[in-house]
């Protein structure tokens, strides 16, 4: 975890970019891109997720861009405001940048708008891990391409990404962001637990191919 902080004297400023950071995670790109491109609410489209990857299948690879982008890039804007806002007030930037982080990834999973059904937390994890430590970002993603490539699956891309997502934090000497990253990992587990299942069963989609939940 970061550097020990006085909690009494960091609350208010940690519960605001609590707040801050989720609720710049719960915005659903994925529902109003679709939704401002005339395809409907992409809930009731393939697996019914909001992320980028069942936005790909409206069939709108610029649909599915913006969404991928707008997800990452919320979580990656609520760690840099978090970052900035501990520089200007001398609050610990480790802690103010992991709660904002949290915070984002749990809007972007569980967003108030939407009954708490938001999406699988992949984009948003990429732009919380670039804005944390931008070179365990690249590392996420280039074993998220690895695995696809090797497999197809996008969710079992997802799963190995994360669960290496700490070792990589280790491995480059963030040790105060490990334990963010066992937390963050094992979000991505329990959001991913439809399709561990459907991966056990061998009935789990290919990238390319109708959603299992469609």
Known sequence: MPAEIDFMAAAPLLLAVAVLGYLLGSIPFGLLLTRLAGLGDIRDIGSGNIGAT????????????????????????????????????????????????????????????????????????????LALHWPVGLLFCATWALVAAISRYSSLSALVAALLTPVYLAWLDHWHLVGLGVVLAVLIYIAHRDNIRRLLAGTESRIGQKSAGS
């Open 54 to 129: 069942n936005a790909l299948r409206t069939g709108n690879r610029w649909v599915a861009a913006g969404t991928l982008v707008g997800d990452a890039g919320k979580g990656a804007l609520a760690v840099l405001l978090a970052a900035r806002l501990g520089a200007i007030t001398g609050t610990d930037i480790g802690w103010m940048s992991s709660v904002a982080a949290l915070a984002a990834f749990l809007g972007h999973l569980y967003p108030v708008w939407l009954g708490f059904r938001g999406g699988k937390g992949v984009s948003t994890l990429i732009g919380v891990l």
